[in-house]
């Protein structure tokens, strides 16, 4: 009671259903996530209904309405510090994803949260320079350079999609999902812009990003502090955004699509909603 009355006082002080709210969703574990790797392999060839009626729905600049900076865009982009070649400043995504992010952003204001997005349209050419370029150099820095190209190509794999020859030139059967403005990479902040802690920055491609990293560190040990506040947030990220529909990438905390091949092949639904969205670019 006293606590509600605070509240009307101040107006900034949390209420106790917010309360209640996010003690509920830190702590409701995640699905068994190793089965879903398992599940998500071959996404690639998963059926897409090329004549959906989402086929012509618009793209929308994220950065209108919702907080975020383009990664790849920005210089101060850490692991990389430099801007990627032919990245681009905007955060499209397809008018119902932005829809469904903005009924989330309602649900974590009210709680003090906001979200804040690192990318969502990826153009080809990133997406190759990472997959063909950044991430292989850097894999035959650690694993050494003897490494065959077959394993090469699935280690990077792990972490980064295949590209295309170009953004114009995708096959539409099996475009890269940051081509189709389903897909978007994300985390939450305060509305202060400060992040909640999520154990690991933006697009370190290790097993830390394995959204259940923290749960299945949980059962082999203790988990400090900051390693329960990491295992907490990406609940919190994973349950507000699956609660609208979303599937999350199980390899990467940050990921999450709605429409695109991963999310059909993951939710079982028979063909993904869209393809390559390059062509509605403005
Ligand atoms: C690594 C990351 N930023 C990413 O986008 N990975 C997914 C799988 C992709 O390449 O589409
Ligand atoms: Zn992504």
């Avoid at 309360?19 to 699905?31: C, G, I, R």
């Avoid at 929308?60 to 309405?65: E, G, K, Q, T, V």
């Amino acid at each position: 009671m006293r606590v509600e009355y605070i509240v009307k006082l101040k107006g900034t002080v949390p209420c106790l259903a917010t309360h209640d709210f996010l003690k509920t969703v830190k702590n409701k574990e995640l699905p068994n996530m190793d089965s879903l790797r398992q599940k998500k392999k071959g996404y690639r060839a998963h059926p897409i209904e090329l004549d959906s009626s989402h086929r012509n729905e618009p793209l929308i600049d994220l950065r209108l309405h919702i907080t975020g900076i383009n990664h790849y865009f920005r210089e101060d982009n850490p692991p990389y510090y430099f801007s990627i070649p032919s990245a681009i400043s905007q955060l499209w995504v397809r008018e119902t994803v932005f829809k469904k992010l903005k009924r989330i952003e309602q649900k974590l204001r009210k709680v003090g949260l906001k979200l804040f997005v690192f990318d969502a349209y990826r153009p080809v050419e990133v997406q190759n320079y990472f997959h063909d370029v950044w991430f292989p150099e850097y894999l035959k820095e650690v694993l050494g350079h003897d490494i065959s190209e077959t394993e090469l190509r699935q280690e990077v794999e792990k972490f980064w999609a295949k590209g295309a020859v170009s953004s114009r030139e995708v096959d539409l059967l099996s475009p890269p999902p940051h081509s189709t403005g389903a897909a978007v990479d994300l985390c939450i902040c305060r509305t202060n812009n400060e992040s909640l802690f999520f154990g690991g920055i933006f697009d370190d491609v290790t097993e830390s990003a394995y959204t259940d990293y923290f749960e299945q560190l949980q059962n082999r040990r203790r988990l400090t502090f900051s390693e329960t506040e990491a295992l907490q947030n990406r609940r919190l990220l994973y349950w507000i955004m699956t609660d609208e529909g979303f599937v999350n990438n199980p390899s990467e905390w940050w990921h999450f699509s709605y429409g695109d091949q991963m999310w059909a092949k993951l939710t079982d639904t028979p063909a993904a909603i869209y393809s390559s969205a390059w062509w509605l670019l403005p």
